[in-house]
Each structure stands twice: as C-alpha cells, then as structure tokens.
T-cell receptor, first 112, second 110 residues
Framework: DVKVTQSSRYLVKRTGEKVFLECVQDMDHENMFWYRQDPGLGLRLIYFSYDVKMKEKGDIPEGYSVSREKKERFSLILESASTNQTSMYLC???????????FGSGTRLTVV | KNEVEQSPQNLTAQEGEFITINCSYSVGISALHWLQQHPGGGIVSLFMLSSGKKKHGRLIATINIQEKHSSLHITASHPRDSAVYICAVSRLEGAQKLVFGQGTRLTINP
C-alpha cells in the first residue's frame, strides 16, 4: 500500500515562529499536495507540486511556501506563523490525473 | 456557487438503515472521488470513478456523467460508518487538483 507520512500528528507553535510541516510518500508519485481543512470551509489547496523543484500555488497560498528537493518529500513552510493558520493540514500524493489520491493522517497545528 | 455540492450536510440514522449521500458538480471532470474521514483522522479514498458503478463491501458508488451527479450508498449501516464523507472531482482540464464538496457528516446510532 502507498503510504503518505506526515511527520507530526499534533503541533503547537508560537506566533511568529517559522514552522515546517513534512510529508513523505513511498510510491514514487509525481504529484504532491498540501491542503488545509477548517470547519465550514472544507478542504482548500495551499500548494501542489508535479515534479521535483516544481511548485504551483493553490487557492490559498498566502503566508505559506513549499519545498520539494526530492521526489518523495514535500514540505510546507509557514514563514511566520499566525493564529489564523491554526488548522488541520493534510498532505496527499497521486501518480497521475487518472489515478486516485492517497492522503496522510494530517497534522493538527495550533498557533498560540 | 460551489463547483461541487453535496447533500445532505448532516445525516443521522439508525443502525441497519440504507444511506444515500448525493453529489452534484458543474465542471467537466476526468474522475469523481468519494473520501471518508473519521473524527480526528486522516482521509481515506473509498472510490474513484468516471462512469457507471463501483461496489466495495457495503459501499456502492454510482455516477451519471450526463446529469453530473454521483451517489454514495451504504447498505446495512453500522455505527463504525459514522464519519464525514467527502465528494471531490478531478477537473478534465487545467491543473491536476481536486475540487472538494463541503462534506456530509454521517452519524449512525446503535
């Protein structure tokens, strides 16, 4: 089975801190995605990547950046964490448009 | 208007009941996905379909491409089916990214 592993299940950070959320997939998938999930707003795409060192902005990229130096790893960076970035963050990967997606178990980030 | 609409938003039923969750979309798609999320948990992909019908255990998913509509059915529902069910579509054109419905919160009481 494909596995998408997110490094932390729960995280508490202070306002202004630089935060790294890591995601690793083990099936050589080309495409990787970062979403955030908030009550009443559903899942929203922050950034995605379709190849190493390639990245595309999603619907809500402000306040975030990403890094994909290796195919299996896609990192989400909060440059200066703010309380409105308190959310559930989900990573996903997919080999191709014609195939399904595999999601990680999520990181619940609280910014205080 | 959202490109993917689900109904109902919340559904409570008794164990054993037949459950139907609906999804309508307004864009051209290459595939439709049904996802499941248990409280506090990650998301699991249940089905990906582009036509017809798929069945896995007590879960059945159907899609009508002409009407741009899909349904997820659960037969003989059980409390462990309690979760949020999310419909998502892969657009036919443009960047490969999912467009999500708002989800349906299903609660099955024993």
């Amino acid at each position: 089975d494909v596995k998408v592993t997110q490094s932390s299940r729960y995280l508490v950070k202070r306002t202004g801190e630089k935060v790294f959320l890591e995601c690793v997939q083990d099936m050589d998938h080309e495409n990787m995605f970062w979403y955030r999930q908030d009550p009443g707003l559903g899942l929203r795409l922050i950034y995605f990547s379709y190849d190493v060192k390639m990245k595309e902005k999603g619907d809500i990229p402000e306040g975030y950046s990403v890094s994909r130096e290796k195919k299996e790893r896609f990192s989400l960076i909060l440059e200066s964490a703010s309380t409105n970035q308190t959310s559930m963050y989900l990573c996903a990967s997919s080999p191709d448009r014609a195939y399904g997606y595999t999601f990680g178990s999520g990181t619940r980030l609280t910014v205080v | 208007k959202n490109e993917v609409e689900q109904s109902p938003q919340n559904l409570t039923a008794q164990e054993g009941e037949f459950i139907t969750i609906n999804c309508s979309y307004s864009v051209g798609i290459s595939a439709l996905h049904w996802l499941q999320q248990h409280p506090g948990g990650g998301i699991v992909s249940l089905f990906m379909l582009s036509s017809g019908k798929k069945k896995h255990g007590r879960l059945i998913a159907t899609i009508n491409i002409q009407e741009k509509h899909s349904s997820l059915h659960i037969t003989a529902s059980h409390p462990r089916d309690s979760a949020v069910y999310i419909c998502a579509v892969s657009r036919l054109e443009g960047a490969q990214k999912l467009v999500f419905g708002q989800g349906t919160r299903l609660t099955i009481n024993p």
